[in-house]
């Protein structure tokens, strides 16, 4: 449920005492609201289906759908129409298979998002059905709410917290980015992931700080890697958080 604190109710008292000229706009009546948000709805043939219940400026919404990115969908339209201040969802969604099943269902999804680079790093849990999404993203595009668009259709999620962190754009990080890039792949122990765009490391460049994630092969891979980004001019610090099997 989502709800929205009522903003009219002070300023109608300041307008009221400050003489009877300013006549305050006319309510949004339950009957308008409701044809306003099945209107709303009518977009999305999935939506269409729903009931919809107003009762003043709460609207009910109930029903059956299959993804929790239809369910979200409903409940924006929702609060977009003119008059809705509180939108009670009881839609219900299909349970997943199981925990486990969602999980590999998850990954996929994020591993094979086109924008997932080396310079991003996501990790997540879920419980219940109940995904949490966490880690940071380069700023060039919306990756956190496409990756939460992503999983959030996947059948079986209950519901998506979005947790991803988008990096601040820096010209610096990204010169760093790319010349971090540049040494890494052409070192002899990492050539054979150039060609990758979602190689098993990650390498995180946020003001000049460099955290080195996921997994390597060797602790020889490990500590080459750190030593290639502390030799890189222009970075302030290396964490190694790599892992390796």
Known sequence: ??????????????VCAFGASLVPATAQTPTGIEREVREGLRGERDLRRLDVTVAGSEVTLTGELETFWSKSEAIRRTLEVDGVETVVSEIELPPAESDQKLVEEVVKAMQR??????????DGRINAGVVTLMGKVTPERDKAGELFERVAKIRGVQDVQNQIETMTPSSGDD??????????FSNAHFQ????????????????????LLGYVQSDIERLEMEGIVRRTSGILRVINLLQTP
């Open 1 to 14: 449920m989502q709800r929205h604190p009522p903003a009219a109710a002070h300023a109608l008292l300041v």
């Open 113 to 122: 998002y086109a924008y997932y680079t080396v310079f991003d790093y996501l």
């Open 175 to 184: 010169n760093l980015r790319r010349t971090i890039a540049r040494r890494i």
């Open 192 to 211: 054979r992931f150039s060609t990758q765009s979602n190689p098993p490391f990650h390498i995180i460049v946020e003001n000049s700080v460099v955290t």
